[in-house]
């Protein structure tokens, strides 16, 4: 019987044995696959690497054009408010009339107004009233019976337009 317990602990054994060399045939072939994922990452890393600093390139060059285009916009909101004061400073010396007839003005447009603003407000302008320039706008009408066309004129100076709508 004694010789049948040593048997029976000799399979045990044997098949402890036989379990922990299939376990470790087991860890062999993870312990090459770790080996041979272990080589091929330095490649991995070098292509992320590339990747990178590719990315990093083109960042810089669209934080560049961003820079630019704030830039840019900058410049044309100093330019729009540029515009609009040069536009208000251009029209303050213009003066609207309405309700003359067509040809009153004859050909010489600014003598008619230096005459008819003297009458009209009853004021003596000294010096004289001088235009840059003074018409009719728009196109001349087709049809007589419609509404004469303003006259539009530009004082040479700023103080004579403040001094004919104060007498008006």
């Given at each position: 019987m004694a010789g049948m317990e040593q048997a029976t602990k000799v399979d045990r054994i044997l098949q402890e044995i036989t379990a922990v060399n299939?376990?470790?045939?087991?860890?062999?072939?993870?312990?090459?696959?770790?080996?041979?994922?272990?080589k091929s990452m330095p490649l991995d890393i070098a292509g992320f690497q590339s990747r990178v600093t590719g990315l990093e390139h083109?960042?810089?060059?669209?934080?560049a054009h961003v820079h630019t285009v704030l830039?840019?916009?900058?410049?044309?909101?100093?330019?729009?408010?540029?515009?609009?004061?040069?536009?208000?400073?251009?029209?303050?010396?213009?003066?609207?009339?309405?309700?003359?007839?067509?040809h009153a003005e004859g050909t010489d447009t600014p003598s008619f107004l230096r005459s008819i603003l003297r009458?009209?407000?009853?004021?003596v302008f000294e010096p004289p009233l001088e235009f840059q320039r003074a018409h009719r706008l728009g196109p001349k009408r087709k049809d007589g019976t419609s509404k004469p066309r303003p006259i539009i004129a530009c004082l040479l100076r700023h103080e004579q337009v403040h001094q004919l709508l104060s007498a008006a």
């Open positions: 299939r376990r470790l045939e087991g860890m062999d072939t993870a312990k090459t696959s770790l080996t041979t994922e272990t083109r960042m810089a060059t669209v934080e830039d840019k916009d900058q410049e044309l909101e100093f330019l729009r408010s540029k515009l609009i004061d040069l536009e208000d400073r251009s029209q303050r010396d213009i003066i609207c009339l309405f309700g003359f007839p067509e009458q009209l407000t009853e004021t």
